[in-house]
Each structure stands twice: as C-alpha cells, then as structure tokens.
C-alpha cells in the first residue's frame, strides 16, 4: 500500500522544537522582573483599573481577577464572594453573575486548561454537560472542522460573540451526523491561551443579539492584563490504537500569553500565541475476508480463479479518526485612553491550520484503481488549508449628549482550501497525477454597529429606567473557487475489459467550474432594550430587534425577562422569545458532485453509475425536485428558574426550558437510482437538468423541513468546604435532561415516489435520539497548598443512530461513565507542572450489530464502533505540562 505520509508538510514536533526555542526566549526577558502568582500558578491580572466608559463595552466590563459558577475559588474564598463577579452576556449593561435575569455559566481560563484539550470546543464539552461535541459520522471535511451542540440543537443555533462582537462562520458545509447543513464558527480557530474566561448564556437571545440566538450564545472574553504572562508546553496522546496505521495522536502543544502597559492612563496590549500539532488516531478494525456472506477481496482474483495470496497477509487498511493537525493562532487585545471623551479599542484573532484526513480505503482491485499504479490499493489523504481571522476596531465612551457609546467595525473571514494527495483520476489513465487542488471555500463578514445606553428618571419608580439602542449592518460574502482540471475532469479512460472509468480524483469531489461563483447579501437591523428594576426583589428587561434581509426580507423578535428576589437566599427567574436563525450563504448556495459506481440488486447487481449532486436551492435539477428559496428558521424560547443560596460557600440554579424551532433547515436526498428511483429521473430528464445517457443521478439540497421540540431542564451546584490545614476541596454538579420530538413533517412540494420520505429515518434520528437525554457531570477539585487536584466523573445516557433501512440496522451506544483526572504541583514560584487524562479507563461506544456492519459501505470489523457516540471512540487520552509565569 502506498505511504500515507506522501508529500504532507513537516510533521508537528519538528515545528514546535523551533517554537519552543522562540518562547522560552520571549520567557526569559521577564525572569528578571518580580510579579505576584495566583494560587494556580498563573499571573494575577493587576491592570489599572477604571471604570467602564461604555456598559455596552464587555471587555471593561469583564476586567477581572475572578469568576463565578464554574469557576474555582481561591482557597479561603466562598463561592458567594465568586458569585458577584460581574458578567455582559445577556444584558446591555454589566450585571453581577447572581444577578442575572437568565442561566449564564462562567469558564475561567484555569478550568479550560485542566481539561487537559488544546481547542476550546473540547474543553468546553468536558465541563458543561449541556454542550456537547457534535455526533453522528460527520462528512470527511468534518473531521477536520468539528463543532459542537448547544442544549442537543444544531450547532448553526448558538451565536457565538468574541469581547461581545459577532464571530463570523465557516466557510464549509457539512453532510453526514448531527452536523448536516451546518455552516458554525469554528470554535478551535480562537488561541486558548489568548482566553481570559467565557460567559455561556442558555437562553434564546435573538432579540438582543440577532441571528443564530436560539439555543443561547458563547462570549469569550480575551484578557486584557497590561503585564504578566505565561508560557506553557505540553505533551498529549491517547493510550491505545488499533492495527498498525494510526499514531497515537501523540501532540505537543506551546500557548504564550504576554500584557504590556500603554501609556500611564490604563492603556493595555495583551498577546496570545498557540502552536498545536498531533498525529492521527485510529479506531478502524481489519478488513474481513467476507461480509454479509459476500467475499470482500482486496485484490483480482489470479488467472485460475484463485485467490491472491497477499488476501491473507495484513487486512488492516482503513485510517479512521483524529486527523493529523498543524496549527498556529495569535490574537490581541488592546485599549488606549482617548482623554475623558471615551478610548479606542481593538482586537484580533488569526489562525492558520492545515490537517490531514484520510478518505475511505481504496483496494486494489478497486473500480476508482489502476492496478498497475497502485498494487496495493491507496488510502487518499484529504488536505485541508484554513486562513481564519477576525479583526476588530472601535471608539466608545461614556457621555455623548448623557449617552454612553460604542461604534466599532468587525470583519471576519473563513477561507478552506482543498487537496488530495495519494489519490488517482482514473479516467485520465495510468499517466494521472496523484496530488490534486479540489477547490476553495471562503466565507466573510463585515459588520458595523453603533450602541448607545443611558439610565432615565422617570419618576414611576424609585429606580432609575435603562435604555439601550443599537444600528448594525451586516454584509456577507460566499466564494466557491473550482478545483484544477485534472481534479474533476472526465479523461475517457477504458479500462481492458471495455468499463469506461470514473471522473474526478477519488476521495473528496473536487468543486467543478458550474459550482463557482460568489454570492453575497446584506442586512441592517436596530434594537431597543429597556431595563427597569420595579422594585428592590423585583426587575424586568424587554427587548425588541427588527432586521431586514436582502434576500428573504424582514423578520422582528422580542424577549421579556423577569427576576424575583424572594428572599436573600432565593430567587425566581424566567423568560419568554421568540428568535430565528437566517439561512446561511452556505446553505443556499454550496453545490458540489462527485461520481460512483455502484451495484443495483434490481438488476441483477448490475454496476451502475450514480452522480450525486450537492445543489443549491437555485439549481435547476433542484427545482424540479420541489427546492424552493429557505425562509429562516423562527422560535419560541421559554424558560424558568431559580436561585438557591441557602448557606454560605454554597450555590444551586436549577432552569427548566421549552425551545420550539420551526420551519428547521435540513437537507434532503432524492435518489434515483433503480426502480424506484424513476419517478425521480423521469423528473429531472424532463427539465433537462440531467442527459438521458443511462447513469443514474442522486440529488442533496436543503429546505425547511420540520418543527422541533426542545424541552431539558439544567441544573448545577456548587459548595465549598474548608479543611483548614488540610486544603479545601470545591464540589460541582451539573445536570442536563433534555428530549427532543418531532411536532410536524413539512410536505414535499412534489410527489417524488414512495422511495422518496420528507424525512428520512436518520435525519430523525439526527433531530431527536443522537444526543444523550440525560448528561451528568461531578466535580471535586482539592487545593492544598502547592498541589491542585481535580477529578471529573461523567455519565451519558444512551444514544442511537437511526438507519434508513430500518431499525434491525439501528447503532445504539449504552449508557457509558467516564472519569478525568488532572493534578497540579507548583514546585517553584513560577513553575507548575501538571499530569492528568481524560476518560481514563478507556471507555469506548459499542460496536455496530452483525446487521449494522453488513450494511456499513467500510472495510471494517473487530472494532467497527458506532457514530452515535457523544465521546468519541479514541479511548483514554493522557497529558503532561509544564508552565512558567512571570
């Protein structure tokens, strides 16, 4: 077989050798200058302090040494004391953390850490059981860009804000799992070490935020210290492989954090820097000799009939799993006082990642094979290139005519570049090329917006009514740019036994020259929000937004909130929105194809060949298919709860939600291939969307297919205990129930024939039985002294993936516990090293049933795990960090 690791850049650690040399050198410009250490051998943010000139400014407002809910105390501190931290998410002002009219949960920097994860997206999976990384098989892009669920809803239905400002999406769409038709902000693309803490808001917030707000909204907040800083390396790897392909996904990894002073009048620089690199994991089993009583050959049979010898030698050929990953991220944050009129503002994120997926093993006697060029079968590597960044620059100020103010201009951009590499184009014969440019997607956003607040007197009532009002534009740009001609041509090969081979490189379809083109739209909005405290137990906020649409036109949402203090040590809380999610560019315009051949049982398994085709809403073999424009998604969001702090160092919020989306986006398949598949191509060759040449032709688009319901509940605690000499160790638990149904199925626009469902049994599945309903989490993290220890406990409750070919062939995951561990040992003053590992007694998902795995299309058994897992299937994950700070 040939070599995997063919033309692929220079590996990880070869990388961060040079790095680490660069860091520890920025490191020892510091060794000479003393800094006070937090307890968790970080350095103590002790930026000048002033006030917020702008309430609508999350970055001053999130200046702090402390956090709350999640967060880990100082020993000695009470969680009460760490409740009042100030938080920015869900308001237009600053509220503290206990204060808050809605369930906002706080991060720090120290909890992303000791997950032990080098992205943020897995981190935060290990520490609010109400996200979750996104199940289901994800497509071969969505290896690479992985996103996660909020509340088990798609990942399109969280906005995510970085300082407050809106995160641009990804430039790819993806296809397969929990993860069909989403196009989210890629959560790895922000530099961990970069991240002060994160305000998780679970409330739809659309009417204060805009679109994507119905599941809730992700703010990261950057640090913003003018002094101090760290450097940390690190070493992780899983503990256990299967077969002979995989490597671990052994990683090293650098962060670098670093403030600096501007001025004497509270100006800051604060600089992150991430270096990430790891190899690939494996968890694909051998290739049987037979499947479902059918041989399964992996190369010709011999001129007498008999089988090749090398059958018989190694079968483990499949590469499944983590992918081999390089990536570098810096960011910055910066402030610099203007003089009593208010300041500028800026900050920036820049990632730039390149990883190695395989595609599906390709043996030697393969269709998509020349034998005489690759002997053994090829394993296609799938590239992809990503350029991410944002860059963000403001005013704001806290008295323009009695108003405080904010005016920035955000612009984001996503782009994803494709290859191939150990591949073929058969149809251009012996002579092809084995490395080939796919295609480029690139997706932006530019924003502008204006935010004004002011507090008012209105005489109705002891408290002061705060007003806030905002304008903001957005402009959005789609590119799809064709892959080389060799990439998806068809050369007019014809193999010795007169088969006419297959177009296109083979492992990823290549974008053709008729999937081209830029689109674009625009959109203005403006809100008002209106704050008013009634009276000293009881406030209330309403909240209105208008935004009109180039392409689809207007939609209004609105959100009422209240809070009731009852007593000292209780409190009552509830909301009631309504949100949308607007369709992305990606959803109506990505168009892609790729060709196959396959066998019909129909006709005597005949090979036939199939193009599918990913299309556009516009396409015209779409529209005779019954694609029309997408509206947005609307909903209703209604939540209650409370607030318990009965005693001190001890904190319970328990909040009880009803989510209900309709008119949900997903994509649909209409195949026609075989009987009875004729109606569809009898379809498609009267529009003349497809010749009339004897292939057959299977189509993918998006339309609003359904309205869901979400009803879950939340729950976390939180206690402090104090044993004296012996430390203190603070307790968590958090819980999230939720259950997801189905209320109505829109119809097809068309009769499209029996075959054909408006809702297939696995995008069912994908709506309503992929995510666990029950999610636990315990927590218990012990200080004492120099040393830090944490352990996690998690249960999953079962899931299951639904199969088109009916529930005989449905995956189910039991119900699974899972435990992590980390310890910290600071052993100098500026020195931490720190071990720990994440399920460490190597849970894994089961593997498919005998009918499952004779229906899987993968050369794989022993194992063959399900998809439907929510904690992946790579077993136990090991790391170890040492960290200096000044």
Same mark, same amino acid.
């Given at each position: 077989?040939?070599?995997?690791?063919?033309?692929?850049?220079?590996?990880?650690?070869?990388?961060?050798?040079?790095?680490?040399?660069?860091?520890?050198?920025?490191?020892?410009?510091?060794?000479?200058?003393?800094?006070?250490?937090?307890?968790? *051998?970080?350095?103590?943010?002790?930026?000048?302090?002033?006030?917020?000139?702008?309430?609508?400014?999350?970055?001053?407002?999130?200046?702090?040494?402390?956090?709350? /809910?999640?967060?880990?105390?100082?020993?000695?501190?009470?969680?009460?004391?760490?409740?009042?931290?100030?938080?920015?998410?869900?308001?237009?002002?600053?509220?503290?953390?206990?204060?808050?009219?809605?369930?906002?949960?706080?991060?720090?920097?120290?909890?992303?850490?000791?997950? *032990?994860?080098?992205?943020?997206?897995?981190?935060?999976?290990?520490? &609010?059981p109400s996200i979750n990384n996104t199940p289901g098989y994800p497509g071969q892009l969505g290896f690479t860009t992985k996103t996660a669920s909020l509340r088990g809803l798609p990942s399109n239905e969280t906005l995510v804000l970085v300082n407050g400002k809106r995160r641009h999406t990804i430039a790819s769409i993806f296809y397969g799992g929990a993860m069909q038709g989403q196009s989210p902000v890629d959560l790895d693309m922000i530099p961990m070490s970069a991240i002060d803490h994160i305000e998780i808001l679970k409330d739809g917030a659309a009417a204060q935020y805009g679109s994507d707000a119905i599941a809730g909204v992700i703010n990261i907040i950057l640090k913003k210290a003018d002094h101090g800083g760290s450097a940390e390396l690190s070493y992780d790897q899983y503990a256990s492989t299967v077969g002979t392909l995989g490597d671990y996904g052994r990683g090293g990894n650098l962060f670098f954090n670093d403030g600096f002073r501007i001025g004497n009048a509270g100006g800051y620089f604060n600089l992150g820097a991430d270096?990430?690199?790891?190899?690939?994991?494996?968890?694909?089993?051998?290739?049987?000799?037979?499947?479902?009583?059918?041989?399964? @050959?992996?190369?010709?049979?011999?001129?007498? *009939?008999?089988?090749?010898?090398?059958?018989?030698?190694?079968? =483990?050929?499949?590469?499944?799993?983590?992918?081999?990953?390089?990536?570098?991220?810096?960011?910055?944050?910066?402030?610099?006082?203007?003089?009593?009129?208010?300041? #500028?503002?800026?900050?920036?994120?820049?990632?730039?990642?390149?990883?190695?997926?395989?595609?599906?093993?390709?043996?030697?006697?393969?269709?998509?094979?020349?034998?005489?060029?690759?002997?053994?079968?090829?394993?296609?590597?799938? !590239?992809?290139?990503?350029?991410?960044?944002?860059?963000?620059?403001?005013?704001?100020?806290?008295?323009?005519?009695?108003?405080?103010?904010?005016?920035?201009?955000?612009?984001?951009? &996503?782009?994803?570049? @494709?290859?191939?590499?150990?591949?073929?184009?058969?149809?251009?014969?012996?002579?092809?090329?084995?490395?080939?440019?796919?295609?480029?997607?690139?997706?932006?956003?530019?924003?502008?917006?204006?935010?004004?607040?002011?507090?008012?007197?209105?005489?109705?009532?002891?408290?002061?009514?705060?007003?806030?009002?905002? @304008?903001?534009?957005?402009?959005?740009?789609?590119?799809?740019?064709?892959?080389?001609?060799?990439?998806?041509?068809?050369?007019?090969?014809? #193999?010795?036994?007169?088969?006419?081979?297959?177009?296109?490189?083979?492992?990823?379809?290549?974008?053709?020259? /008729?999937?081209?083109?830029?689109?674009?739209?625009?959109?203005?909005?403006?809100?008002?929000?209106?704050?008013?405290? @009634? $009276?000293?137990?009881?406030?209330?906020?309403?909240?209105?937004?208008?935004?009109?649409?180039?392409?689809?036109? /207007?939609?209004?949402?609105?959100?009422?909130?209240?809070?009731?203090?009852?007593?000292?040590?209780?409190?009552?809380?509830?909301?009631?929105?309504?949100?949308?999610?607007?369709?992305?560019?990606?959803?109506?315009?990505?168009?892609?194809?790729?060709?196959?051949?396959?066998?019909?049982?129909?006709?005597?398994?005949?090979?036939?060949?199939?193009?599918?085709?990913?299309? !556009?809403?516009?396409?015209?073999?779409?529209?005779?298919?019954?694609?029309?424009?997408?509206?947005?998604?609307?909903?209703?969001?209604?939540?209650?709860?409370?607030?318990?702090?009965?005693?001190?160092?001890?904190?319970?919020?328990?909040?009880?939600?009803?989510?209900?989306?309709?008119?949900?986006?997903?994509?649909?398949?209409?195949?026609?291939?075989?009987?009875?598949?004729?109606?569809?191509?009898?379809?498609?060759?009267?529009?003349?969307?497809?010749?009339?040449?004897?292939?057959?032709?299977?189509?993918?688009?998006?339309?609003?297919?359904?309205?869901?319901?979400?009803?879950?509940?939340?729950?976390?605690?939180?206690?402090?205990?104090?044993?004296?000499?012996?430390?203190?160790?603070?307790?968590?638990?958090?819980?999230?129930?939720?259950?997801?149904?189905?209320?109505?199925?829109?119809?097809?626009?068309?009769?499209?024939?029996?075959?054909?469902?408006?809702?297939?049994?696995?995008?069912?599945?994908?709506?309503?039985?992929?995510?666990?309903?029950?999610?636990?989490?315990?927590?218990?993290?012990?200080?004492?002294?120099?040393?830090?220890?944490?352990?996690?406990?998690?249960?999953?409750?079962?899931?299951?993936?639904?199969?088109?070919?009916?529930?005989?062939? &449905?995956? $189910?995951? !039991?119900?699974?516990?899972?435990?992590?561990? &980390?310890?910290?040992?600071?052993?100098?003053?500026?020195?931490?090293?720190?071990?720990?590992?994440?399920?460490?007694?190597?849970?894994?998902?089961?593997?498919?049933?005998?009918?499952?795995? !004779?229906?899987?299309?993968?050369?794989?058994?022993?194992?063959? =795990?399900?998809?439907?897992?929510?904690?992946?299937?790579?077993?136990?994950?090991?790391?170890?960090?040492?960290?200096?700070?000044?």
């Amino acid at each position: 077989m040939q070599s995997t690791r063919k033309n692929l850049a220079p590996t990880p650690p070869s990388i961060e050798r040079t790095a680490t040399r660069l860091i520890l050198a920025l490191a020892s410009l510091h060794l000479s200058t003393s800094r006070a250490i937090a307890d968790d *051998g970080t350095a103590k943010a002790k930026a000048t302090p002033r006030p917020a000139p702008s309430a609508s400014a999350p970055g001053e407002a999130a200046r702090r040494r402390t956090v709350a /809910n999640t967060a880990r105390p100082a020993p000695g501190q009470s969680r009460q004391q760490d409740s009042e931290q100030v938080v920015v998410t869900g308001t237009r002002g600053a509220v503290r953390a206990s204060r808050s009219m809605s369930p906002i949960v706080i991060v720090s920097h120290t909890d992303l850490t000791r997950t *032990g994860q080098p992205n943020l997206r897995s981190a935060l999976a290990l520490l &609010d059981p109400s996200i979750n990384n996104t199940p289901g098989y994800p497509g071969q892009l969505g290896f690479t860009t992985k996103t996660a669920s909020l509340r088990g809803l798609p990942s399109n239905e969280t906005l995510v804000l970085v300082n407050g400002k809106r995160r641009h999406t990804i430039a790819s769409i993806f296809y397969g799992g929990a993860m069909q038709g989403q196009s989210p902000v890629d959560l790895d693309m922000i530099p961990m070490s970069a991240i002060d803490h994160i305000e998780i808001l679970k409330d739809g917030a659309a009417a204060q935020y805009g679109s994507d707000a119905i599941a809730g909204v992700i703010n990261i907040i950057l640090k913003k210290a003018d002094h101090g800083g760290s450097a940390e390396l690190s070493y992780d790897q899983y503990a256990s492989t299967v077969g002979t392909l995989g490597d671990y996904g052994r990683g090293g990894n650098l962060f670098f954090n670093d403030g600096f002073r501007i001025g004497n009048a509270g100006g800051y620089f604060n600089l992150g820097a991430d270096i990430i690199g790891n190899q690939w994991t494996n968890t694909a089993g051998y290739a049987p000799m037979s499947k479902g009583g059918t041989p399964t @050959l992996l190369y010709p049979l011999l001129a007498g *009939g008999q089988l090749d010898p090398r059958e018989y030698g190694n079968r =483990y050929r499949q590469l499944y799993g983590v992918p081999e990953t390089e990536k570098q991220a810096v960011s910055y944050d910066m402030a610099i006082p203007l003089g009593d009129w208010g300041e #500028f503002y800026s900050f920036a994120t820049y990632a730039h990642r390149t990883a190695y997926e395989p595609g599906w093993y390709r043996p030697s006697n393969s269709s998509q094979n020349i034998v005489s060029v690759y002997p053994e079968g090829y394993l296609p590597i799938i !590239s992809t290139e990503d350029q991410d960044f944002q860059f963000t620059s403001g005013l704001r100020g806290k008295d323009f005519l009695g108003w405080a103010w904010d005016f920035s201009v955000n612009y984001g951009r &996503d782009q994803t570049a @494709l290859g191939l590499d150990d591949s073929i184009n058969v149809s251009l014969g012996p002579s092809s090329p084995h490395h080939f440019y796919l295609g480029t997607l690139t997706n932006s956003e530019l924003m502008v917006d204006y935010d004004l607040r002011r507090q008012f007197d209105t005489g109705l009532f002891k408290y002061p009514l705060s007003v806030s009002g905002g @304008l903001e534009y957005r402009y959005n740009q789609y590119e799809i740019g064709a892959g080389e001609r060799a990439a998806w041509v068809d050369g007019g090969y014809v #193999f010795p036994d007169g088969t006419k081979a297959l177009p296109s490189a083979a492992g990823l379809g290549a974008y053709y020259p /008729n999937a081209a083109g830029t689109y674009s739209r625009m959109n203005g909005a403006f809100y008002l929000e209106f704050d008013q405290q @009634l $009276t000293k137990a009881l406030s209330v906020q309403l909240s209105g937004r208008n935004e009109t649409y180039s392409d689809f036109g /207007n939609t209004a949402s609105g959100k009422i909130s209240a809070r009731y203090q009852v007593t000292p040590w209780l409190a009552f809380r509830g909301s009631a929105s309504n949100g949308f999610h607007a369709p992305t560019l990606q959803q109506e315009y990505f168009q892609s194809e790729a060709t196959f051949y396959s066998t019909n049982a129909q006709a005597n398994n005949a090979l036939i060949t199939t193009t599918n085709v990913y299309s !556009s809403v516009n396409n015209i073999g779409a529209r005779a298919l019954g694609a029309s424009p997408l509206k947005p998604e609307t909903s209703h969001n209604f939540g209650v709860g409370l607030v318990l702090t009965p005693i001190r160092n001890f904190d319970l919020s328990l909040d009880i939600y009803r989510i209900d989306i309709f008119n949900q986006i997903i994509p649909l398949t209409v195949s026609g291939n075989g009987i009875t598949g004729a109606q569809v191509m009898n379809i498609l060759h009267a529009s003349g969307a497809v010749p009339n040449d004897g292939n057959y032709y299977q189509y993918t688009f998006m339309r609003n297919a359904a309205h869901t319901e979400t009803e879950g509940m939340d729950i976390q605690a939180h206690y402090l205990t104090d044993f004296g000499k012996a430390g203190t160790v603070l307790w968590g638990a958090m819980m999230n129930q939720q259950q997801h149904m189905i209320k109505r199925i829109n119809p097809l626009a068309i009769n499209l024939g029996s075959a054909v469902q408006p809702l297939f049994r696995n995008e069912i599945g994908n709506l309503t039985t992929i995510y666990p309903r029950n999610t636990l989490r315990f927590t218990g993290t012990w200080t004492y002294g120099p040393v830090a220890t944490t352990v996690r406990v998690f249960r999953y409750s079962a899931t299951k993936n639904l199969s088109n070919q009916g529930p005989a062939y &449905d995956e $189910t995951v !039991s119900p699974a516990w899972l435990m992590d561990f &980390d310890i910290a040992y600071r052993f100098r003053p500026r020195w931490v090293a720190e071990i720990g590992g994440n399920n460490v007694f190597n849970k894994r998902p089961n593997v498919l049933n005998a009918k499952a795995q !004779s229906a899987s299309p993968l050369y794989q058994i022993n194992p063959n =795990y399900s998809t439907a897992s929510i904690y992946g299937a790579e077993g136990s994950y090991f790391y170890a960090k040492l960290r200096y700070s000044w």
